[in-house]
Structure formats: structure tokens, C-alpha cells
């Protein structure tokens, strides 16, 4: 049987998607690694919401400076050029629209682009919104990746989500282990397979009425 994707690999496919000049926000997580798979030679600017405008790769080992990190407390590198300003100025980035794409993990995406990642709702989970909720409405666009399946098998993407909302209708693309998926109008596209996934076997698990995109 052919192998999914890495989380590595999930990654690199949305760094291929972030376009010359954007600014980007990268968010706690998984989208962390996407900075280490940025193409070469392309000027991408990574955003993080603790105050960092400019943020390059994981240093290498042993480089790590403890008072150069991201929001997630995971040490990361500068870039010439970057800059560094107080939290409620980076807050106001993020709702204010400065931000082409936003990059964030989730536990379930509707087929209309809804997403659930900051909370499942158990009576011993820990809630954890951080900036979430400002990302998903103010930037241009919410790129979300993550594994397609839960430990027990059940899809991710979903008609509709079971789980606390963090925003509505605002994932425009879907990238995971098995399949990248673009979200409009309530209408779900597979751009990619990987690995022994088909658009058949994809609707088995998801329950949607997925199509091709052209």
C-alpha cells in the first residue's frame, strides 16, 4: 500500500501554495514546520503573534537563542528585515486584514469551511484558543492542515462540525496526509491524492459529495 504523507511532507505541499510577498502567519503546531519548507529564493514574510515580522527556520543545533520564539515557544531564526513590536500591535495586524494567509491546525473543517481547533469539547481537554479566532476572520486566507482521520478512524472533514466552532466559513483550502481540498461555496474539490486514497474512497470516509477539480 502506498504511504500518506508526512507531516513534513503536508508542509512542503502548502509552502508550494504561498505565493512571492505574502505575509504569513504560522500557527502553533504543525504549520510551524511550513518555515522549513519555504521554496528557496521566494521572499516570504512569516508573521507570529507574539510580535515578530521576518521570521526565518528552526536554527540549527545549538544555535537557538531562548529569547527568539514563536507563539508557540519554539525557538526560530531572523531574517534581515525583521522587525519586533508589542503583542496588542500584532493583534491588530491580524484583525485588521494585513495578513494574506494564515496557516492553522484543526480538529474537524466543514464542507463550507468551518473550523473547530481550539477546543473538542471533553470534560478534561484543555481550551486554547490564543489568536485563532482573529486569524480565521482577518486574514485574506485560511490555509488548515492536518491529518485527514482521528486515532479512531473517523474523517476530519466533516458535513458539519461537532466540535466549538473558532470561525465560520472561512477555510478556503484543506491540507492533509491523503488528499489537498479546496472549499467554496459549500462545494468541496480534491486537487491532490496521496498515497492509496481515490476520490471514491475519500467520499466513503468523509460522506461528502467530493469532486475533481478540473
Not at 473550523?115 to 478534561?124: E, F, I, K, M, V
Request: charged content about 20%.
Amino acid at each position: 500500500m502506498s504511504k500518506r504523507l508526512t507531516r513534513d511532507q503536508i508542509a512542503a505541499r502548502v509552502a508550494q501554495d504561498i505565493p512571492e510577498g505574502a505575509y504569513v502567519n504560522l500557527g502553533i503546531g504543525l504549520p510551524t514546520l511550513v518555515a522549513n519548507h519555504l521554496p528557496a529564493g521566494r521572499e516570504v514574510i512569516l508573521h507570529t503573534e507574539n510580535g515578530m515580522l521576518g521570521m526565518g527556520p528552526a536554527p540549527a543545533e545549538g544555535h537557538a537563542d531562548p529569547d527568539l520564539i514563536n507563539a508557540g515557544k519554539q525557538p526560530v531564526t531572523e531574517l534581515p528585515g525583521c522587525a519586533f513590536f508589542h503583542h496588542a500591535d500584532s493583534f491588530a495586524m491580524m484583525r485588521g486584514g494585513h495578513l494574506d494567509i494564515c496557516v492553522l491546525g484543526a480538529f474537524q473543517v466543514s464542507r463550507h469551511g468551518d473550523l473547530a481547533n481550539w477546543h473538542t469539547g471533553a470534560p478534561d481537554a484543555i481550551p486554547a484558543v490564543g489568536g485563532a479566532m482573529d486569524l480565521a476572520i482577518g486574514a485574506k486566507e485560511v490555509f488548515v492542515m492536518m491529518e485527514l482521520t482521528t486515532r479512531e478512524g473517523h474523517s476530519k472533514l466533516v458535513e458539519a462540525c461537532s466540535y466549538p466552532l473558532t470561525g465560520m466559513r472561512c477555510v478556503s483550502r484543506l491540507y492533509t496526509d491523503q488528499a489537498v481540498f479546496d472549499l467554496r461555496g459549500g462545494e468541496v474539490a480534491v486537487i491532490d491524492l496521496y498515497g492509496d486514497a481515490t476520490l471514491e474512497s475519500l467520499r466513503a470516509l468523509t460522506g461528502l459529495p467530493l469532486r475533481q477539480a478540473r
